[in-house]
């Protein structure tokens, strides 16, 4: 059965089901509506109508000034509290159900056999993982994780894992998926807690609570330091590529090998791994992709204006505010 | 004699001397020059000059481009291989020299001297403390920590703190002088190794190497997930308020009671401190001061009004430059 398995072309998608009516099911709901896809929304009672609506109005100011594509209307949506209902015609299903085991596992159970297997099941869990949410579902196949970043009709990130029952295919499919209807997915090898872009965050996150908890900066100072310091450039080109861009001709090499003793000063209460020669020709690897053939000199300049456009229109909005 | 001494009034500094010729030394002078200061910049040879000015030149396209105060010129720059003749006219010393103690004690020794002491001199230093570098000047008081973060000529954030014999007057008198001149200062109450934005990206930094050694992560993967998913929020609220506005009504207090538990998870290699009360009500004050008498409704459409602004930022740019 799963060897005949044949996904619809991912640009052929049309219809899509979206469980879950809380602020990342309707963020999502919206957002495929912005990108002029038919969407039905399967929410738990009626009592949510309400809320949901408000996420989606709240959700359409910003996409239309992002850009919408055509046709796309709020008229394309479909409200039901019926499971059945909700998946009959779906070719994608985005399930954003409330972050509980039991409940997810009996869900994907139903789903499992209410869907044709042929349609990709892809879950916004941010805490749990597919292999255990696949759990008692008939059809795991075709079963991933899409896990977008809050909020989702405006972060791009999707990351996507698929549980030890999930096909390559699926996730393969997923990743074709996402980046047609106007996401930026990145497809993970490994199932690890937290994946990688709240890793990041948390450990940031970890270390400014240990210092307002000690008395060394407050959340005001937190904010203050990341919004005026790293993030407009992380914003532009992540951590590694800032890295890279920042020591010259030499790039990441330099960054390690001159400043990686760093790495053993108390600059941060986490412990950096040790600086294998492995790691070190993954990290100079990766950013000479990354880099392609592009000078350092180019990098910089791009760097340069990128951050001057994140100034610029900050600095324009609070100027349109005030 | 501490007592009597007088600053001059901020907004009165017309002339400043950066010392160093390297990246972080050849940024201020730019960033100072655009502000439409008269900058002296002491080099300690004549090979550093090219790449000297060839940074002042890169980064002038980016300060015309967020734009120059009335009357700046690179014209009004003066370079010189004299240390005294450097700081003779100084209303303000920005010192950059290469991250060596002894040099650092050496040099502040003679700027000691040869700076009049109502004059304060402020160090670019990100892995000293200004404790350990004025321990042989002879007048102290009047010497700081300005860490900039790289490029200066750009991000705008200043870290300020004082070493044991640095006074309080010369420490409020450098946050009054920064913002003046364009920057955000951000004045810290302790001394701690990196300060705090370089604390907050090392264990982000730390967790990506981490991952990059365990096989969960190349660092294309983490510089994507940077870039698409937590940084654009980062860039405009910082990480405390982020998460306050994505929490509705009950903002931080509902991060912390509700997502509090999740602080035991294996989000990331590093441990958080235990959330005690006083912690709790630190973040939630803290958050509820920055909110001011805003509505979550007014801090989400904020939030999404710049992460619109900034994402159409830079595809603006990747569509100029393609």
Redesign the interface.
């Known amino acids: 059965m799963t060897e005949t398995l044949e996904f619809i072309n991912p640009e052929d998608v049309r219809r899509i089901s979206c469980i879950g009516g809380g ?1 990342i099911g309707a963020g999502w709901a919206a957002h495929f509506l912005a990108q002029g896809y038919d969407v039905t929304s399967y929410l738990h009672e009626p009592s949510e109508q309400q809320a949901f609506h408000d996420i989606v109005d ?2 359409w ?2 996409l239309e ?2 850009g919408l594509a055509e046709g796309a209307s709020r008229a394309r949506l479909t409200l039901t509290y019926d499971l059945e209902e909700a998946v009959s015609a779906a070719q994608f299903v985005q399930e954003s159900a409330p972050e509980n085991l039991k409940l997810k596992q009996s869900l994907y159970q139903q789903l499992g056999d209410l869907v044709p297997e042929n349609i990709v099941i892809s879950s916004s869990t941010s ?1 749990l993982t597919m292999t255990e949410i696949q759990r008692h579902c008939s059809t795991p196949q075709r079963t991933v994780v899409g896990h977008p ?3 989702p009709y ?4 999707v ?1 996507i894992v698929g549980g030890e029952k999930s096909s390559k295919a699926a996730v393969n499919w997923s990743c074709e998926f996402y980046q047609v209807a106007g996401k ?1 997915p ?1 497809v ?3 199932e ?50 800032a ?1 890279h861009v ?1 020591c ?1 001709e030499g790039g ?1 090499a330099t960054n390690l090998d001159q400043f990686g003793p ?2 053993k ?12 020669q ?2 070190r020709d ?2 100079v690897n ?2 000479n ?2 880099a392609a053939d592009r000078h350092f ?1 180019e990098l ?15 600095t ?2 609070q100027n349109n ?1 005030s």
């Not at 405006?154 to 990130?157: C, K, Q, W």
């Not at 000063?265 to 294998?276: F, G, I, N, S, V």
């Open positions: 602020p709240t959700a100011i910003s000034a992002l805490g970043f809050n909020p405006l972060l791009p990130l990351e930026a990145l993970m090898n490994k690890i807690p937290g994946f990688i872009a709240t890793r990041l965050q948390e450990a940031l996150w970890r270390e400014a609570l240990h210092m307002v908890a000690n008395g060394e900066a407050t959340p005001q100072q937190i904010d203050t330091a990341l919004i005026n310091g790293p993030a407009p450039r992380m914003a532009l080109l992540g951590q590694c590529m890295f920042a010259g990441m760093a790495l000063l108390p600059w941060t209460r986490l412990k950096a791994p040790e600086l294998t492995e790691l993954r990290m990766g950013c992709e990354m000199k910089a300049a791009e760097r340069d204006r990128g951050i001057v456009a994140i100034l610029n229109a900050i324009a909005l505010s």
